[in-house]
């Protein structure tokens, strides 16, 4: 494991059509609102409008580029391999709306939600602090100094295969309604039995990031930066803050 496992391979946008800019645009013009109007709280009405807004036009954008592409997803319901990865780079605005799910939905297992967070959060320092160790005591070999410890420890992590805190055993997501555009960037079009964890090397798997373009993803960090509270990006790290 670790070292010998290395780091994924770096997954690819696929190409984006016209379609899918015009679709784009819309969803630049909305963030751009949210931007200007600096509205108190990302859970009020009027923001959770626009966003929600957002969110159909971004599986709009995403349907373009698939029937661009020519395949079908193999994604769907039920399936929930990807969701023993550790999600990062989630915008503060979603685990804040996230939180509010949460508390709205099923307040009684709120409590049981914080333990499984922080049980996975123990468990990505811990990865941390092996990759770290590891990646020094082999510091003069060029191949390990090529390697970047984020993508390692984040490899390592989903080889684990600790379900995330918010997937039921059936393997339905508690929150997908409002899950992290991070979880819904991520498409795969190969037999399922590939994603799987022993997989994660693999460079011929037809696996892309479905994601906004550069004028887009500014705003969201712009959104991002408005509402920042805690200083983290993994959503069941921050998600501990704003259940707690």
Not at 48 to 59: G, Q
Not at 68 to 73: C, F, H, L, N, T
Not at 140 to 155: C, F, H, S, T, Y
């Given at each position: 494991m670790?070292?010998?496992?290395?780091?994924?391979?770096?997954?690819?946008?696929?190409?984006?059509?016209?379609?899918?800019?015009?679709?784009?645009?819309?969803?630049v013009?909305?963030?751009?609102?949210?931007?200007?109007?600096?509205?108190?709280?990302?859970?009020?009405?009027?923001?959770?409008?626009?966003?929600?807004?957002?969110?159909?036009?971004?599986?709009?954008?995403?349907?373009?580029?698939?029937?661009?592409?020519?395949?079908?997803?193999t994604?769907?319901?039920?399936?929930?391999?990807?969701?023993?990865?550790?999600?990062?780079?989630?915008?503060?605005?979603?685990?804040?709306?996230?939180?509010?799910?949460?508390?709205?939905?099923?307040?009684?297992?709120?409590?049981?939600?914080?333990?499984?967070?922080?049980?996975?959060?123990?468990?990505?320092?811990?990865?941390?602090d092996?990759?770290?160790?590891?990646?020094?005591?082999?510091?003069?070999?060029?191949?390990?100094?090529?390697?970047?410890?984020?993508?390692?420890?984040?490899?390592?992590?989903?080889?684990?295969q600790?379900?995330?805190?918010?997937?039921?055993?059936d393997?339905?997501?508690?929150?997908?309604?409002?899950?992290?555009?991070?979880?819904?960037?991520y498409?795969?079009?190969?037999?399922?039995?590939?994603?799987?964890?022993?997989?994660?090397?693999?460079?011929?798997?037809?696996?892309y990031?479905?994601?906004?373009?550069?004028?887009?993803?500014?705003?969201?960090?712009?959104?991002?930066?408005?509402?920042?509270?805690?200083?983290?990006?993994?959503?069941?790290?921050?998600?501990?803050?704003?259940?707690?």
């Amino acid at each position: 494991m670790f070292l010998e496992d290395k780091a994924p391979v770096k997954k690819e946008n696929l190409p984006v059509p016209p379609a899918a800019v015009a679709v784009n645009k819309e969803i630049v013009v909305l963030l751009e609102q949210l931007v200007s109007l600096r509205i108190a709280s990302p859970c009020s009405p009027e923001f959770v409008a626009v966003y929600e807004k957002i969110l159909t036009l971004f599986s709009l954008y995403q349907q373009r580029i698939i029937d661009d592409y020519g395949r079908r997803p193999t994604c769907a319901k039920g399936c929930s391999l990807c969701c023993n990865h550790w999600v990062e780079d989630v915008y503060s605005f979603e685990a804040e709306i996230i939180a509010a799910y949460i508390r709205k939905q099923f307040p009684e297992k709120v409590e049981a939600i914080i333990r499984r967070c922080a049980g996975n959060e123990k468990e990505i320092a811990r990865l941390d602090d092996i990759v770290q160790q590891k990646l020094a005591e082999h510091s003069a070999n060029k191949e390990v100094a090529d390697i970047d410890p984020a993508d390692l420890v984040l490899a390592s992590y989903y080889q684990l295969q600790r379900p995330c805190a918010l997937v039921s055993q059936d393997g339905v997501c508690a929150i997908y309604p409002v899950r992290p555009l991070t979880c819904r960037i991520y498409t795969s079009f190969s037999d399922v039995t590939r994603c799987r964890a022993e997989y994660i090397n693999e460079k011929d798997i037809p696996t892309y990031l479905l994601d906004l373009q550069e004028d887009a993803s500014k705003l969201l960090d712009t959104l991002h930066e408005t509402y920042n509270r805690y200083n983290k990006s993994g959503l069941q790290a921050v998600l501990i803050d704003y259940l707690s």
